[in-house]
């Protein structure tokens, strides 16, 4: 926090936090306007609210850090075709609440794919080109 603060002069406004119960302490040394639990909906909102940001101007530097546990899937266990989409494997981060249900009725929460992250850090950049 403090190398972007300090370093970069990035005001505390301009950060979006997303701290699990071990969170480090010594973010909290700064006042934030929301610190959010890093759960799959806080994640993906957090990233999409990213592409319609009217504070971000086109140019600006955006910096997304993820430090947190990942998986990998192989692709024949979501696909069940023979073609090239069912073979590989899908990366994946994992959300505090992966594998908790929401209900009703009981839906279990999926980890957030690597494609999926692929296709909102694509909408980013679009939404950031000049028109």
Same mark, same amino acid.
């Given at each position: 926090?403090?190398?972007?603060?300090?370093?970069?002069?990035?005001?505390?406004?301009?950060?979006?936090?997303?701290?699990?119960?071990?969170?480090?302490?010594?973010?909290?040394?700064?006042?934030?306007?929301?610190?959010?639990?890093?759960?799959?909906?806080?994640?993906?909102?957090?990233?999409?609210? @990213?592409?319609?940001?009217? *504070? /971000?101007?086109?140019?600006?530097?955006?910096?997304?850090?993820? !430090? +947190?546990?990942?998986? #990998?899937?192989?692709?024949?266990?979501?696909?069940?075709?023979?073609?090239?989409?069912?073979?590989?494997?899908?990366?994946?981060?994992?959300? @505090?609440?992966?594998?908790? *249900? /929401?209900?009703?009725?009981?839906?279990?929460?999926?980890?957030? !794919? +690597?494609?999926?992250? #692929?296709?909102?850090?694509?909408?980013?950049?679009?939404?950031?080109?000049?028109?």
């Amino acid at each position: 926090m403090d190398f972007l603060m300090t370093g970069l002069h990035v005001p505390s406004d301009r950060i979006q936090l997303l701290l699990g119960s071990h969170g480090p302490a010594t973010c909290l040394d700064h006042t934030f306007e929301r610190i959010l639990k890093p759960t799959r909906t806080q994640i993906v909102e957090s990233l999409s609210s @990213l592409a319609n940001n009217g *504070a /971000i101007d086109s140019g600006d530097q955006i910096m997304v850090f993820y !430090s +947190g546990h990942g998986t #990998s899937y192989r692709c024949n266990d979501d696909f069940t075709t023979t073609k090239i989409a069912s073979t590989g494997s899908i990366q994946a981060i994992c959300p @505090l609440d992966r594998d908790s *249900a /929401i209900s009703p009725p009981p839906i279990k929460i999926r980890d957030i !794919s +690597g494609r999926e992250i #692929s296709v909102i850090l694509s909408e980013i950049v679009e939404s950031r080109v000049p028109a």
